[in-house]
């Protein structure tokens, strides 16, 4: 098996590593995230990737293609479904698509590990997708690690953020916060 992790962040990789090398898989990375802003935001994530898979001896593919602008302007059209409408979409397509084009035969994605992603709706999306690319999905619900892989990564010192990544999920981080504050006025 030559496996291709779509990788969104080093934290959420932590687990799926591990429970990959368990089964003696080491994956060859693939960052293409371009939904991480502001800029800073998408610099601190994709470097932490970067160095947590050197300390691990991985490959790493990072496709630096920021896509602010796109993002924004397919985000906009419906907020409340940007996720699955975009988000979700655009980077399993490029990976798969890389994976295809690479020969890579099996792809997975660390998306299947947080407990705050629509983990039925990429399964799905991956699973249509690899068969539309002729390649096998390797399919693992990473959740049930979730909070030791958010442990180990703290315990690491890795870069801790906040956010999924866009601009509109920082907001959603804020919005209780935000009401509180209006409400205590």
Excluded at 15 to 42: F, S, V
């Amino acid at each position: 098996m030559k496996l291709l992790m779509h990788a969104c962040c080093a934290p959420c990789s932590v687990y799926c590593i591990d429970e990959l090398e368990k089964e003696n898989i080491k994956p060859t990375l693939y960052w293409y995230n371009p939904n991480i802003h502001p800029y800073t935001e998408y610099k601190a994530r994709r470097d932490c990737l970067k160095d947590y898979a050197k300390s691990l001896d991985l490959d790493t593919i990072i496709d630096e293609d920021y896509g602010l602008d796109k993002f924004c302007a397919e985000a906009v059209k419906d907020l409340k479904n940007r996720c699955t409408n975009y988000c979700y979409p655009v980077r399993i397509e490029k990976t798969c698509k890389f994976a295809k084009e690479n020969g890579f035969d099996t792809v997975t994605t660390t998306l299947l590990y947080s407990i705050y992603q629509n983990h039925d709706f990429i399964k799905k999306y991956m699973e249509e997708t690899c068969a539309k690319y002729g390649l096998d999905f390797l399919y693992k619900d990473f959740r049930v690690g979730f909070w030791e892989g958010h442990q180990k990564a703290h315990d690491l010192g890795l870069y801790m953020q906040k956010y999924c990544g866009c601009i509109f999920s920082e907001e959603d981080r804020y919005r209780k916060q935000i009401e509180k504050d209006k409400k205590n006025k």
